[in-house]
């Protein structure tokens, strides 16, 4: 009796937008959780950790991603809001933005040629698939772009998003230990190396960390877009 | 708080009709930000609520990207099959990316502030 009440309201539940949208909230908050009391460690990312509970709990559940996604699209929906949002940071360092603006773009540019060549050449010698690498070429620029290039070069535009999620959350764990590896104190040449590497995800990490490092990521990850738009699809033709 | 939110949302449609219309290779959000930066320059200062709201979605950005991340359980079959270029290809070129970026912006700045001592101290 009580089973079968328990089963009605998991099916009244699972096929409403609340259930799914507050999980991956509680995910969410749990990862932020582990994330401050390891003191911020890089590598304890909140949003690497909420996707593996959550990937764990809807494959346990057998849910499907579309249903998942039918209540996770509100939180989803804000990413476009909070791009445009960046210009604000980006405001508040204008002064130290525009002094170092040819660094800046010489950098950028420099970035997202090694970020597409490195990737592509690696799958390739690594032996992997031919729509692999052209699907992994723009993985460090922000998603809705990098689908687009990915389709234009012949790669898979999904396959691409996924591995543009997981370049972030790379560049975002690993980024900051290497760079103090490296000895790179600078907070601009912090922000802007993680952003052009690793676009919203190091973006995020960066604005967590310090205010001008999250100004140049999110400056990064816009000029990054740009740029691996326009070279990559050209650097491309000329190979061809 | 609610205006501010609002002006957020006309620079990403007006964004994504810069966009379409021009065909610029960008995502509506990023010529949305190039508007509010532009307007923000333009109007000399930051509206105290705009900043409030701007800083509350970029406070929790890490969250926004959560759904996307989950999309990885579509692909688990195919990442399975290449799991070595892949995982060595996203790590190395990451890692490569990050350091190059960063010494090159660094290197950049050590120049700049040299030239700049030696100016301000002659």
Redesign the interface.
């Known amino acids: 009796m009580i089973s079968g009440n328990l089963s009605e309201i998991w099916v009244y539940l699972s096929a409403s937008p609340l259930l799914h949208l507050t999980l ?2 509680v ?2 908050q749990a990862g932020i959780w582990v994330y401050r009391r390891g003191g911020l460690n890089p590598l304890l990312n ?3 950790l ?2 593996c509970v ?2 764990g709990a ?2 346990l559940t057998g849910t499907s ?1 579309s249903t ?2 039918g209540g ?2 509100f ?2 929906f ?15 360092q ?1 002064d130290r933005v525009k ?2 603006a ?3 773009l ?3 540019i ?2 997202s040629l ?2 597409s060549i ?2 592509f050449a ?2 390739k ?5 031919a729509v ?1 690498a052209l699907s ?1 070429a723009p ?2 620029v ?4 990098a689908m ?2 990915s389709e234009q070069l012949g790669g898979l535009p ?2 691409t ?3 543009v ?8 764990m ?2 900051p230990p ?2 103090t590896l ?1 000895g ?3 907070w ?3 922000g ?3 952003g ?3 676009h ?2 190091g ?3 960066a ?2 960390v310090n205010e001008v490092a ?1 100004a140049f990521a ?1 400056l ?1 990850m ?1 000029l990054n ?2 740029a691996t ?2 070279l990559l699809p050209l650097l491309w033709r000329l190979m061809h | 708080m609610l205006d501010a939110l609002t002006l957020i949302l006309c620079c990403q449609l007006a964004g994504e009709l810069l966009v379409t219309a021009t065909g610029l290779p960008i995502p509506g959000p990023v010529g949305g930000m190039a508007l509010l930066f532009a307007g923000l320059v333009i109007r000399g200062g930051l509206p105290g609520d705009l900043a409030t709201v701007a800083d509350a979605l970029l406070g929790n950005l890490s969250l926004l990207f959560v759904p996307a991340g989950v999309g990885v359980m579509l692909h688990l079959g195919l990442l399975e099959a290449e799991i070595v270029p892949i995982s060595v290809a996203l790590i190395v070129s990451t890692l490569i990316t990050i350091a190059v970026t960063a010494l090159m912006m660094q290197w950049f700045n050590q120049r700049g502030s040299e030239t700049g001592d030696t100016e301000g101290g002659r």
């Open positions: 991956t909230l995910a969410y909140p949003v690497l909420a996707v959550l990937v809807l494959t991603y998942y996604f996770a699209q939180v989803h804000l990413l476009g809001p909070a791009t445009v949002a960046l210009a604000i940071p980006l405001f508040r204008f002094r170092s040819l660094a800046i010489t950098s950028v420099t970035g090694t970020a490195s990737a690696l799958v010698l690594l032996g992997g698939s692999t992994i993985k460090s922000t998603a809705p772009v687009g290039i999904s396959l998003a996924v591995l999620i997981l370049t972030g959350i790379l560049g975002a690993l980024g290497l760079m490296l790179i104190k600078d601009s040449a912090r802007l190396a993680i052009t590497a690793s919203g995800i973006t995020a990490r604005l967590q999250g999110g990064a816009g877009a740009l738009a326009i």
